[in-house]
T-cell receptor
Framework: ETGVTQTPRHLVMGMTNKKSLKCEQH?????MYWYKQSAKKPLELMFV???????ENNSVPSRFSPECPNSSHLFLHLHTLQPEDSALYLC?????????????FGPGTRLTVL | GNSVTQMEGPVTLSEEAFLTINCTYT??????LFWYVQYPGEGLQLLLK?????DKGSNKGFEATYRKETTSFHLEKGSVQVSDSAVYFC???????????FGSGTQLTVLP
């Protein structure tokens, strides 16, 4: 399989649940990203990982916890979420070399918090 | 920090009409500029990019020229198709982290 894959594609969870989103890239990239896309708002960058190290946390609440065990995999662990956290969560990856700063996106996980 | 101002939508056109979606940016250094497209139910796909002033990015009949003097990167297509219906995002990348800053997106609907 090629590109950036995300699982699950859809997730419904209660506010007391714990769940995880998974992202995998098959492009040999060194950087991975989590974005949140809410209706009628610009994409919000949440986290950035370069070579498995977190380099950016854009004031994201602690109920979102990222994990990057290697350069190909990225997780977003969710616990005690709020209804306003319902959104499309997008994962992306990029090479970080030369001018190849193009980010490649997965299809997203549509999250609904009840 | 960087910012992107994008033409507000929604935009509705008839098939074969000319398309322009305006995008202006503010950024430090020497940014790269991008247009991404998001089809219904999918993630973002890179449509085209330009990495230096006066470069023209092009793909699938879409074009955009990096205008440093006007800090703009307007998207154009001479003849749109129904299959071009999607949300279009302008983005800028700069700095050592090469992080993308996106515009708010423009919904395009093309009617047959």
């Amino acid at each position: 399989e090629t590109g950036v894959t995300q699982t699950p594609r859809h997730l419904v969870m209660g506010m007391t649940n714990k769940k995880s989103l998974k992202c995998e890239q098959h492009l040999g990239h060194n950087a991975m990203y989590w974005y949140k896309q809410s209706a009628k708002k610009p994409l919000e960058l949440m986290f950035v990982y370069n070579f498995k190290e977190q380099t950016e946390n854009n004031s994201v609440p602690s109920r979102f916890s990222p994990e990057c065990p290697n350069s190909s995999h990225l997780f977003l662990h969710l616990h005690t979420l709020q209804p306003e956290d319902s959104a499309l969560y997008l994962c992306a990856s990029s090479q970080l070399a030369g001018d190849t700063d193009t980010q490649y996106f997965g299809p997203g996980t549509r999250l609904t918090v009840l | 920090g960087n910012s992107v101002t994008q033409m507000e939508g929604p935009v509705t056109l008839s098939e074969e009409a000319f398309l322009t979606i305006n995008c202006t940016y503010t950024a430090t250094g020497y940014p790269s500029l991008f247009w991404y497209v998001q089809y219904p139910g999918e993630g973002l796909q890179l449509l085209l990019k330009a990495t230096k002033a006066d470069d023209k990015g092009s793909n699938k009949g879409f074009e955009a020229t990096y205008r440093k003097e006007t800090t703009s990167f307007h998207l154009e297509k001479g003849s749109v198709q129904v299959s071009d219906s999607a949300v279009y995002f302008c983005a800028v990348s700069s700095g050592s982290a090469r992080q993308l800053t996106f515009g708010s997106g423009t919904q395009l609907t093309v009617l047959p």
